[in-house]
């Protein structure tokens, strides 16, 4: 049962506030300024302090349970990270500050952009745009300006495999390129022969997501790259999926030419209503000159006996700003003092370990749960929410069941070529004894699915609200609280 709502614990005359002795002369506010009818609540601060407390309860939250969502990383935002992020000189920093007054921040950023060099392989890192598909957006961007700065615009598509995330393809339109679909082949790789058809003088480059949606290591990912670049594209590397790789395969080396982090996804900081994400782009060479900008950068010191002066400057080819400012500084400091307390065989640990996660998951569900590509997996994987016999039972079954057992729902229904997807990455920070817990839960899905179907369908029973109309509820927000209003918009 819903507790009321805090217009219903309202009482006349109850106040929660008391402001401070004035310290300025009273003056009456102007006629018009004056408003009664906002009828707003009257609480105790301890009923304030209830009501929200308990709203951010209604909530599953990685600080509160397995979230096992494919594709997104939920892996614990380390509250070290809250710590370094609210130091009064960096949260109290303001983007028109005089540099000089700034070095502490320009030195992170500075430092930020070194270490995702060195992660990526690449020459160049921008930390300004605002999320995965932002820094997709900038990425291919410098791949239009690069090919028309050598004179030839008409290198104009971009391919991208059906395992790819929607953004892809959202982000080569909105570039005014053109998408080209490459089919994966049986074994879930990028189809090596429907690449070669589309090799022409009108290619840009190709999008690829490594390891893919499906949890799969591109096996011959040295080919693919070669034969873009011996066909004058260039490669655009989906970061989405750097945790596979930390410290073990860097995306430059492979060949990528451009590549975004989610710093929100591998760096852990917080996403899914938990603050704005980050999506640096990192580049080789020979795209270096077209990074948004403005970055941070190493100045020359008035004397030898100064130390290093940071300071911003805009790349002499610059695509231009992306963002306003600095880009999300308060993320680049938690993914600073996220990288920093982990090092450079802990980036290793973290792969090795998210990993690991995904295949123990995956040895313990393949009885239960049809796996369609079952190769080894890298940080996750992808089962069908379908059962033999019972047609029914949908993958949002499976998922809204799974609430009940205290667990967030995998990713559903993507990548798209798999039917009923459950996309699942444990990812490395969760415990044996959460893994086997899941696992159980999943297994006791599994065969609930062939006994009591109808638990599924009307799943979840256990949550304050039960299953949603999850079209209606995005399509009609009803945003209002007080009794009456909600009582109007339900009609
Ligand atoms: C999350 C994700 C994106 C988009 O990143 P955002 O930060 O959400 O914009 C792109 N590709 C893949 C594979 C992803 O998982």
């Not at 990028?190 to 003088?201: F, K, P, T």
């Not at 949002?396 to 559903?412: A, E, I, Q, W």
Request: hydrophobic share 40%.
């Amino acid at each position: 049962m819903l507790e009321p709502l805090i217009y219903e614990l309202s009482t006349p005359g109850r106040p929660g506030h008391r402001f401070p002795d004035p310290d300025v002369p009273l003056a009456d506010l102007p006629e018009g300024m004056i408003r009664q009818d906002l009828m707003l609540p009257e609480l105790s601060e301890l009923e304030v302090v209830r009501h929200f407390v308990r709203l951010s309860q209604l909530n599953h939250a990685i600080d509160t349970g397995f979230y096992p969502l494919g594709s997104c990383s939920m892996k614990y935002n380390p509250k070290v990270n809250e710590d370094a992020a609210r130091l009064p000189g960096f949260a109290h920093s303001h983007p028109l500050q005089d540099p000089s007054t700034q070095q502490g921040s320009l030195a992170v950023m500075y430092s930020l952009q070194d270490w995702l060099k060195e992660v990526g392989g690449f020459a160049g890192i921008s930390l300004q745009p605002a999320a995965g598909a932002h820094g997709e957006l900038s990425g291919i961007l410098m791949i239009r300006a690069y090919h028309r700065d050598r004179g030839q615009p008409q290198r104009n598509k971009i391919l991208v495999p059906d395992s790819a995330h929607g953004t892809n393809p959202a982000t080569t339109t909105m570039s005014g390129l053109r998408v080209v679909e490459l089919p994966s082949d049986a074994r879930g790789n990028v189809d090596l022969e429907a690449l070669r058809a589309e090799c022409d003088e009108t290619l840009a480059g190709l999008m690829l997501t490594n390891p893919n949606t499906l949890g799969l290591f591109e096996e011959r990912v040295q080919e693919v790259v070669r034969l873009v670049h011996d066909n004058g594209g260039l490669v655009y590397g989906d970061g989405a999926n750097m945790n596979a790789l930390l410290g073990v395969v860097r995306p430059g080396d492979l060949g990528f030419d451009v590549l975004h982090f989610n710093l929100h996804k591998t760096f852990s900081t917080p996403h899914g209503g938990g603050g704005p994400g980050a999506g640096p782009v990192g580049v080789r060479d020979l795209l270096v000159d077209y990074l948004p900008g403005p970055v941070a950068a190493e100045l020359e010191p008035e004397s030898e006996a100064l130390p290093p002066l940071y300071g911003l400057v805009m790349p002499t080819k610059s695509i231009g700003r992306v963002k306003a400012f600095h880009g999300h500084f308060g993320m680049h400091v938690r993914a600073y003092a996220f990288i920093r307390s982990h090092g450079k065989p802990g980036m290793r640990a973290i792969a090795e370990h998210a990993v690991l996660n995904a295949n123990y998951l995956l040895a313990g569900l393949r009885q239960s749960y049809r796996v369609p590509f079952d190769r080894r997996c890298m940080h996750e994987f992808v089962a069908e929410g379908r059962f033999e016999g019972v047609p029914e039972i949908h993958a949002l079954d499976v998922s809204k069941r799974l609430m009940d057992y205290g667990f967030h729902p995998p990713t559903n229904y993507f990548p798209l070529i798999v039917r009923e997807a459950l996309m699942i990455e444990p990812t490395e920070t969760e415990s044996k004894p959460t893994l086997d817990a899941f696992i159980e839960a999943m297994k006791a899905i599994a065969e609930e699915a062939h006994s009591e179907p109808e638990l599924l369908k009307g799943a979840p029973h256990g949550t304050p609200f039960g299953r949603l109309d999850e079209v209606q509820a995005a399509k009609q927000l009803v945003l209002c609280c007080r009794p009456a209003e909600l009582e109007r918009a339900a009609l």
